[in-house]
Structures are given as C-alpha cells and as structure tokens.
C-alpha cells in the first residue's frame, strides 16, 4: 500500500520560507518520479515542481521559479519543496504526488498516488 505523507507546512509571514517535505512508503521510491501541486480553496489542483527519478532532472511551473527548489532523498524515500519568498497567494494546502513514470507530468490527472496534503498560510 503506496503512502504519501506531507509535513512541514504552517503559518508564516510574507517574505518568509517554509521547507516542506513528504514521506513515501510501499512503494520503490527511487523509480518514481515526484512532483508537488497546490489546491487554494475554490480554485483547481496546479502543478508546482517536479523531479525525476534521479535529483538531476526537475521542472517547475513558470509562476514559482526562483523561489520554489524541489528535491529528494532516495536513500530517504522523502521529496523536499524548499519555498522561498513566500506570499499571501501562496496560501493553499500542498500535496506531494507519485507516478510510475518515466517522467514527470504537469497535469493532476497524469500522478497515481496522493499525500493527504499540508495546509500553508502566508499571511500579510
């Protein structure tokens, strides 16, 4: 039984940072890739971040480059969204999402497995 377990969100200013990080089980964590999406309340789940099978291949969406820095620990079976600079419309609940691959997708629809998700708020 495949599990996602997000961590790491809170409340935090605008400017601050936040290091989130998800814990994967029942599943062999190296071979898949692993991305990161957002759902703010009333609005769709959005792609943010992704990373393949090795560290070295990643893809961000175009609105959070710069300040969003995914990685992950195979070793670890644990994915990391470091963000930075955050703002008030950061403000959504963050899941972290697993595919068999080969690559990462930027649809929801293309991700097997889900976390349950970690509520960020950046407030003003």
């Known amino acids: 039984q495949v599990q996602l377990v997000e961590s790491g969100g809170g409340l935090v200013q605008a400017g601050g940072s936040l290091r989130l990080s998800c814990a994967a089980s029942?599943?062999?964590?190296?071979?898949?890739?692993m991305g990161w999406f957002r759902q703010a309340p009333g609005k769709e789940r959005t792609f943010l971040a992704g990373?393949?099978?090795?560290?070295?291949?990643?893809l961000y969406a175009d609105s959070v480059k710069g300040r969003l820095t995914i990685s992950r620990d195979n070793a670890k079976n644990t994915v990391y969204l470091q963000m930075n600079s955050l703002k008030p419309e950061d403000t959504a609940v963050y899941y972290c999402?697993?595919?068999?691959?080969?690559?990462?997708?930027?649809?929801?629809?293309?991700?097997?497995?889900w976390g349950r998700g970690t509520q960020v708020t950046v407030s003003s």
């Open positions: 990373v393949g099978r090795s560290a070295g291949s990643t």
């Open positions: 999402a697993a595919r068999p691959g080969p690559g990462v997708k930027v649809t929801s629809s293309g991700w097997n497995y």
């Open positions: 029942g599943l062999t964590f190296s071979t898949y890739p």
